[in-house]
């Protein structure tokens, strides 16, 4: 069992995107959800003439965040992509993931086609085999994921607050569990030698 992970989002990179795309003028943009909830948290989507516009040839490799892009966070997340046209918006494809799961030394994330929404990403012609959406992040702690290693900063203690009252809790259940275990063990076999030396 793994912690969630304080961490920041420094960029949000396509690989590969499909060539379908870039057929027009290709203006990506991101929005971001946290937990579970469908309230947007967070997105850099701007009006269709002010959206950052991509190149084919820059397409080998696209960042949609800006260089000094540092978003804090934790737990559940989903993050959306999608194509600013004029009129309308097209998706590109859609990741959900937790924080636990960040790899702690390599601090990034990388979703293959497979693992990328819509499922018929992986049927449509046109999308190359290596596209992918690349997550990285950034640490301001060495915080570990491993619930064993139970030695939180001052920071992450208050991110993870739920978390640490919920571990607590059912550390103290286990303790209370093993005292009254214990006792009843223990008086039980008291009562046996009791009865055995009658
Ligand atoms: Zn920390």
Do not use: H
């Not at 909830?37 to 190149?55: A, E, R, W």
């Not at 046209?85 to 086609?113: D, H, P, Q």
């Not at 570990?144 to 259940?173: G, H, M, P, Q, R």
């Amino acid at each position: 069992m793994y912690f969630p992970l304080r961490r920041n989002i420094s960029s949000i990179i396509v690989n590969k995107p499909p060539f379908k795309l870039l057929n027009t003028t290709f203006k990506p943009f991101f929005e971001i959800y946290f937990g579970n909830s469908n309230i947007l948290s967070y997105t850099n989507k701007s009006g269709f003439f002010d959206q950052t516009k991509i190149f084919a040839n820059e397409a080998d490799r696209i960042c949609i965040t800006d260089s000094d892009f540092n978003l804090p966070i934790c737990g559940d997340l989903t993050i959306k992509l999608y194509n600013n046209k004029l009129m309308s918006t097209k998706k590109i494809g859609r990741i959900a993931f937790n924080t636990a799961f960040i790899n702690e030394e390599s601090n990034i994330l990388i979703f293959k086609v497979r693992e990328i929404d819509p499922d018929v990403l992986q049927i449509t012609p046109g999308i190359p085999k290596e596209f992918e959406f690349i997550i990285k992040f950034t640490k301001d702690c060495e915080c570990s994921n491993k619930f064993y290693d139970f030695n939180l900063c001052e920071k992450c203690a208050k991110f993870l607050d739920k978390e640490v009252i919920d571990w607590k809790e059912i550390n103290k259940t286990i303790e209370v569990f093993l005292f009254l275990f214990n006792y009843f063990n223990r008086s039980f076999l008291m009562k046996k030698n009791i009865f055995m030396k009658m």
